[in-house]
C-alpha cells in the first residue's frame, strides 16, 4: 500500500549528485512500517531510491525461515537487480516508515543516456551486492553457526569504525536479527550469545551487544 506525496526538496538534498539528478526522475512514494515493496520471485522492473527510512532484503525457504541478506538506508538504492527484465531475486520490506522515488526500467534508461556516468555506479552497485551474496552463501556452506555468528558481530564491529578485536558497541540489533542473518534459530543464537558473554567475551543488553574483546573462532 502506497500513496503519492508532494515533492519535498530536503529528501534529496543529501543524496550524492549523481543518485540526486536520477531520483528526481521518480515518483515520490510513502510506506509504513513493514510494508512489503519487493517480492521475491515476481516480477517487476521498478528501481527504488531510498529517501527516507531503511529496509531489510531477506528470503524465505520453504519452511518460512528467513534468511536476511542486510539492510539499505536512505541515500541509496535497490531494485536493480530485476532491470534485465528477470524475477525478483529477494523481497523487500521497510523496518520504518519511508519515502522512496520509484522508476519504471525506462526512467533509468533514459537517465542512462542522459548521464552515461551513471552507469558505473550501477555497475558498483550490482557487483557489491553480488559479492555479498557470494560471501552470505560461502559462509552458510563452510561455517557452522558459532562462526557465521562470529563473522556477523565482526563486521557489525568494522561498521563502528572500531579497530578489530577492540571494544565496540552494536546498536539495534535482536537476537533474532542475528538468527535470520546467520540461519539459524533465535534459541540456538541466544545460547551462543549467552555462553559468550559469560566467557568475559560480549555484554547483552536490550537491542544492543557490547564487544568486549576479540571473540575466539572456535566455541
Not at 27 to 35: D, F
Not at 95 to 119: K, N, Q
Not at 168 to 175: F, G, R, V
Amino acid at each position: 500500500m502506497s500513496t503519492s506525496i508532494p515533492s519535498n526538496e530536503d529528501l534529496y538534498t543529501p543524496l550524492v549528485p549523481e543518485l540526486r539528478s536520477l531520483a528526481r526522475r521518480g515518483v515520490l512514494r510513502t510506506y509504513r512500517k513493514n510494508a512489503v515493496l519487493i517480492n521475491e520471485g515476481e516480477s517487476g522492473d521498478s528501481l527504488f531510491v531510498l529517501l527516507k527510512g531503511s529496509v531489510k532484503v531477506f528470503a524465505m525457504d520453504e519452511s518460512g525461515r528467513e534468511i536476511t541478506y542486510g539492510t539499505v538506508h536512505a541515500g541509496d538504492y535497490f531494485g536493480e537487480m530485476s532491470l534485465d527484465g528477470g524475477p525478483r531475486s529477494a523481497s523487500v520490506m521497510t523496518l520504518e516508515p519511508c519515502t522512496c522515488a520509484v522508476l519504471s526500467r525506462a526512467d533509468v534508461s533514459e537517465h542512462l543516456v542522459e548521464e552515461p556516468e551513471f552507469a558505473i555506479n550501477l555497475v558498483v552497485q550490482v557487483i557489491r551486492r553480488a559479492r555479498s551474496a557470494t560471501e552470505t552463501a560461502r559462509n552458510m556452506a563452510l561455517l557452522d553457526v558459532y562462526g557465521r555468528l562470529v563473522a556477523l558481530l565482526e563486521e557489525r564491529r568494522e561498521d563502528t569504525g572500531e579497530a578489530p578485536g577492540g571494544s565496540a558497541t552494536l546498536e539495534s540489533i535482536t537476537h533474532q536479527d542475528i538468527a535470520n542473518r546467520v540461519g539459524a534459530s533465535r534459541e540456538m543464537v541466544s545460547r551462543l550469545l549467552k555462553d559468550l558473554e559469560k566467557g568475559g567475551y560480549i555484554e547483552l543488553g536490550i537491542r544492543r551487544i557490547t564487544l568486549i574483546k576479540k571473540l575466539p573462532s572456535r566455541w
